[in-house]
């Protein structure tokens, strides 16, 4: 099974809410990044959280790492309809240096 | 600034057919690069990677093969395409180095008929 999963699936919201999309994984990483893909395009890498640190910022985005649960968050405030994509959380397991993705989470962000 | 080129962006082939689809990256050295898959609706697939020239290893047994005969070049060939090997092609690179991020081309659009 993957090793990373999002949750919700998908999201629907408003320009101005605020989304929040989690991811689970199941074994020790060394880091958990996040991509964001629009449609028919490539990913775009958002953050990378190595695995002894809890939060980044990076402008809009807050991304944390609860590596007790195995788990991170992505969110993303003030959301606009620019920020409509699949949202996807990948792990770098201690000793690889490849990457395991997840299956997304499809945000839709309605003006 | 680095840079990374795919193409061709959309590809239709018949079964049985060749493929090769190549990937380059300007402005960095000795990048890892790598090949995914990826399915309507679906995450990534890695397909391979390489560390080096000439140096690929291969995540998942199948009809595809890859090859790095320039240290900024990435090409994914198949001898004779399946109905299965269709689907959204990603070449990346990355850093040599722990906690690197990875840098996608913009994908091939691959239908076979």
């Known amino acids: 099974s993957q090793q990373g999963e999002e949750d919700p699936q998908a999201l629907s919201i408003q320009e101005g809410e605020n989304a929040t999309m989690n991811c689970s994984y199941k074994t020790s990483i060394n880091n958990l990044q996040w991509y964001r893909q629009n449609s028919g395009r490539g990913l775009v890498h958002l953050i990378l959280i190595r695995s002894n640190e809890r939060e980044k910022h990076s402008g809009r985005l807050r991304v944390t790492l609860d590596t007790s649960k195995k788990s991170s968050s992505l969110l993303i405030t003030a959301s606009r309809a620019a920020d409509t994509a699949s949202y996807f959380c990948a792990t770098a397991l201690s000793g690889y240096s490849t990457l395991t993705f997840g299956k997304g989470t499809m945000l839709l962000v309605s003006p | 600034s680095q840079t990374i080129h795919q193409w061709p962006a959309t590809l239709v082939q018949p079964v049985g057919s060749p493929l090769s689809l190549e990937c380059t990256v300007e402005?960095?050295?000795?990048?890892?690069l790598y090949w995914y898959r990826q399915a309507a609706g679906r995450g990534l697939q890695l397909l391979f990677y390489s560390v080096g020239i000439g140096q690929i290893s291969s995540e998942v047994p199948q009809n595809l093969s890859a090859s790095r005969p320039q240290d900024r070049q990435f090409i994914l060939s198949s001898k004779k395409l399946l109905l299965s090997d269709s689907g959204f092609y990603l070449c990346?690179?990355?850093?040599?180095?722990?906690?690197?991020?990875?840098?996608f081309g913009d994908g091939t659009r691959l239908s076979i008929l």
């Open positions: 990346a690179w990355s850093a040599q180095g722990r906690n690197q991020p990875q840098h």
């Open positions: 402005g960095t050295s000795n990048p890892n």
